[in-house]
């Protein structure tokens, strides 16, 4: 299977910026769409961004103009760095990536999320 590792939460002031990191391991042979979901509390999971193999990118209206998502596909890892944070930013913030992997000799699809990086923006 394909595991999901986020880092690089915490707590940050209104203003400032932090980067998330989420590295993908296991029986990868391609990753097509990496992303960054959040959740607040009392809310539903919401899109943030995404980045396709191609380079194609989707960002939340919110967001648009303080994240960018970026990706190393050597090390099947996606980023996102937050600039400009404000409070309503705060959630956890989750990695998702879909793609192929081999599974038993054979080659399957696979969606894998990570579990979670908290994100608090206060003052």
């Known amino acids: 299977q394909v595991q999901l590792v986020e880092s690089g939460g915490g707590l940050v002031q209104p203003g400032g910026s932090l980067r998330l990191s989420c590295a993908a391991s296991g029986s990868i042979v391609s990753i097509n769409t990496m992303g960054w979901y959040r959740q607040a509390p009392g809310n539903q999971r919401e899109l943030v961004a995404t980045?396709?193999?191609?380079?194609?990118?989707n960002y939340a209206d919110s967001v648009k103009g303080r994240f960018t998502i970026s990706r190393d596909n050597a090390k099947n890892t996606v980023y996102l760095q937050m600039n400009s944070l404000k409070p309503e930013d705060t959630a956890v913030y989750y990695c998702?990536?879909?793609?192929?992997?081999?599974?038993?000799?054979?080659?399957?699809?696979?969606?894998?999320w990570g579990q979670g990086t908290q994100v608090s923006v206060s003052s």
């Open positions: 998702n990536a879909d793609g192929l992997l081999v599974s038993r000799g054979a080659i399957r699809s696979f969606t894998s």
């Open positions: 980045l396709t193999s191609g380079g194609s990118t």
